[in-house]
DNA sequence: CGGCATCCATCCTGATACTG
DNA sequence: CAGTATCAGGATGGATGCCG
């Protein structure tokens, strides 16, 4: 058996994300951010413009939606397309790859909007029965 | 038309994650985690000890790795169990809610293991275009 | 084993000002 | 319009030591 053969047959693939040298880590790392999974699920409907995207996903700065955009770019999720217009216009884009990744990105953006009612219920749930335990210390400690 | 109404017609659902007041933006931003996802992608086969998560989920620490527990546990997605053995035996496992997310947070996971090709070859084509671009820089400047 | 508490470095973010 | 540059400070992460 070659190596290759061995980490397929163990890792199903090459590469591997629990191992910390594995470069799938920093991609995964691009990935799991909050604006960039804002940005990529924006863009599966179709290009965007800089201040278009800006409007769109609430909060975000100019300066983390430029940088956000740059990784994406770099790592070939995003294409950017500069018009000669007068002021310039820039617009992004998802690439073939990008658009690999748009329906995983939409369900990973979106549960958050089916089962929010579920987490709230959840978070309460929690926060009660640690205000509970922390009576219980108080007590404890009267004694 | 209500309130309500309005909001489904217009954002598909009664939350909206680009709205930056909309509390299902603070859910996103803990599912949109590295060790997040790692974590509830690795319970996805069973309940997984402490020591055994820290151990697989390479170059995490304690204490991170504790932090992302809570969370995921108080947002109802995962559940947290004592055993009384001496020492003690500390089990997680997924909720039914977080059952719900394993598949989407696998393929996001292992996205970057079956691109990882892809994703080299467009950081090498950006970095390679960089470069010529400073390069050019260099040339103007010398004028 | 499965944590918690503390300290410290640093990375990231927000705010602001300027440009082609 | 679509950025770049800079800087202060707040959140975050690692290292370490202790505990039931």
């Not at 191992?19 to 940005?39: G, M, N, S, Y």
């Not at 996903?57 to 294409?79: A, S, Y």
Request: hydrophobic share 40%; proline share 2%.
């Amino acid at each position: 058996m070659t190596d290759d053969a061995l980490r397929l047959h163990a890792g199903r693939y090459a590469y591997n994300v629990y191992e910390d040298k594995c470069p799938t880590r920093q991609v995964l790392e691009r990935l799991a951010d909050k604006w960039a999974l804002l940005i990529l699920d924006r863009l599966e409907t179709g290009p965007q413009r800089f201040n278009g995207l800006k409007r769109e996903i609430k909060q975000i700065t100019q300066k983390v939606l430029t940088q956000t955009l740059r990784k994406l770019e770099r790592d070939g999720l995003v294409t950017r397309t500069v018009y000669a217009t007068k002021p310039v216009t820039v617009e992004y884009a998802l690439t073939a790859l990008g658009a690999t990744l748009t329906e995983t990105v939409a369900a990973l953006a979106h549960w958050a909007e089916q089962n929010m009612d579920a987490v709230a219920a959840a978070q309460a749930a929690y926060d009660a029965q640690e205000a509970r335990q922390a009576e219980l210390q108080k007590r404890v400690h009267r004694l």
